[in-house]
C-alpha cells in the first residue's frame, strides 16, 4: 500500500526556519514526480515546490523562491521541504503529493497525498 507521512510543522516566529519530512512507502520513490503544496484556511491549495522523478529538475512557486528547497533522500524514501526566512504568510497545513511516473512523453497514472502537517509563522 502506498503510504505518506509527514511530520516536521509546528509553531515558528518570523524570520524562522522548519524542515518539514514526508516518509513514503509502498511505490518507487526515486522515479516519481513529488510535491509540496498548501492550503491556509479559506484559500485554494496550492503549488509550493516540485520535484520531477525523471531528470530531478525542481520548480518553485514565486513566493517560495530563494527561500525554500525541496530535496530527496532516495535511501529512505523520504521528500523534505526545507524552508527559510518564514513569514506569516507561509502559514498553512502543508501536504506532500506522490504524482505520475514519467519517461520522455509516456506518464503512468499516480496520485496520492498526505494527511498535512501544520505550520504557523506568527510571533
Known amino acids: 500500500q502506498v503510504h505518506l507521512v509527514e511530520s516536521g510543522g509546528g509553531l515558528v516566529q518570523p524570520g524562522g526556519s522548519l524542515r518539514l519530512s514526508c516518509v513514503t512507502s509502498g511505490f518507487t520513490f526515486s522515479t516519481h514526480d513529488m510535491s509540496w503544496y498548501r492550503q491556509a484556511p479559506g484559500k485554494e491549495r496550492e503549488l509550493v515546490a516540485a520535484?520531477?522523478?525523471?531528470?530531478?529538475?525542481?520548480h518553485y512557486d514565486d513566493s517560495v523562491q530563494g527561500r525554500f528547497t525541496i530535496s530527496r533522500d532516495i535511501a529512505s524514501s523520504t521528500l523534505y521541504l526545507q524552508m527559510n526566512n518564514l513569514t506569516p504568510e507561509d502559514t498553512a497545513v502543508y501536504y506532500c503529493?506522490?504524482?505520475?511516473?514519467?519517461?520522455?512523453?509516456?506518464?503512468?497514472?499516480?496520485?496520492?497525498w498526505g494527511l498535512g502537517t501544520q505550520v504557523t509563522v506568527s510571533s
Open positions: 503529493n506522490a504524482d505520475r511516473e514519467c519517461r520522455g512523453s509516456i506518464c503512468e497514472y499516480f496520485d496520492y
Open positions: 520535484s520531477s522523478g525523471e531528470d530531478g529538475r525542481t
